[in-house]
């Protein structure tokens, strides 16, 4: 893959698709760490004299424009902790965009509008998608692709700009990558893998790969409710894919052949309510009453959890081990950050809301050997799959 220091950029138009889509509350980012993630590639460009072209998607506009969704505010955080001129671009690729890229001097930065306000960002119709890609890619000479969390799409800006444009990896992308090779080539063992949070059957696929791979597999989270009942046991009101238990069967036992170690809690912190101030009791595993929920993994499990994580010389965690928003349900996942930090070992924390679990229990994010700035594709690359995003830098 090449990278930024492969392209010649003095005096050039790059067109940067990075990765902003930051959490805003009533029009002010709550948390600019994905802003903060793309400023060393753009400042790099900027500093050897392009004429630099952000683009970025927010949220989920679905093709039309909507103004809670302008990427304004994002230009002008990311205009202070550039400490220059960010123009904002009124459109995407219309007049607004156009006048942004030629008033640039060099050294200059320009903040496209969100992506997604052109239904041709997101087309699943090739032809839509390439008429937008042609005129996105005619604002530019060159492209970096840096929007890590996105490179799982198949979008205009992700996958078809870089086949009509000379490209590069930018620094973000290019050190997320070689994370991730460290988890799937040469790992150091064992190498334990935790998964947890809710979005269930988006990340039971990658299990099937990991079984491959892995020596532990410890589940918390909302997951582990699909585990316990393949396993027979009941889990009241507990967040459950009942259409994937035969999956997960199979997984239990595939496990058992390939010599891979699931790790399942013992324990579960069930409560009567899905709120902070429900009453809540630390019951087994197998006997989660019928009208109650698990929303934490218990001080047992906490225990084992750490205890199986101890030896490990490389981990990757993804998803919280329970609804660590309410602190009653917050010690599981700050007893796994911990055992993370205390093996020693190569660490790695992917997904949005596991990030943000370790800044809100006050972890020191540094100390982890990585933490993904996105979820959805590193879990995609661990699962094997080709990300659309990459291929095309490849090529
Ligand atoms: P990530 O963004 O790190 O990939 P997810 O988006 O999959 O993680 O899941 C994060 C969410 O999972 C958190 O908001 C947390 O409250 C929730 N969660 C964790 N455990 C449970 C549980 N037992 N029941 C319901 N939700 C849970
Ligand atoms: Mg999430």
Redesign the pocket.
Known sequence: MRTIDDLDVAGRRVLVRADLNVPLQSGSITDDGRIRASLPTIEALRTRGAKVIVCAHLGRPKGEVKPEFSLAPVAERLGELLGADVTAARDVVGDSARAAVDGLADGGVALLENLRFEPGETSKDDAERGAFADRLAALADLYVGDGFGAVHRRHASVYDVPERLPHAAGGLIAAEVEVLKRLTEDVERPYAVAL?????S??LGVIDNLLGKADRILI??????TFLKAQGHEVGK??LEEDQLDTVREYLRRAGEAGVEFVLPVDIVAATA?AADAEHDVVAADAIPSDR????IGPESGKLFAARLADARTVFW?????????EP?SHG?RAVAQALLDSGAFTVV????????VRRLGFDETAFSHISTG??AS?EYLEGKTLPGLQALED
């Not at 918390?220 to 409710?225: C, H, I, L, N």
């Not at 929920?293 to 934490?296: E, M, R």
């Not at 993804?318 to 309410?326: A, I, K, L, R, T």
């Open positions: 947890g949070g809710s979005k269930v988006d990340k918390g989270g909302g997951m582990v409710f507990s967040l899905f929920l698990g929303l934490d993804n998803g919280p081990m329970g609804v660590f928003e309410m349900y996942t992917g997904g949005g809301d596991s990030a943000a679990a979820g959805g879990l």
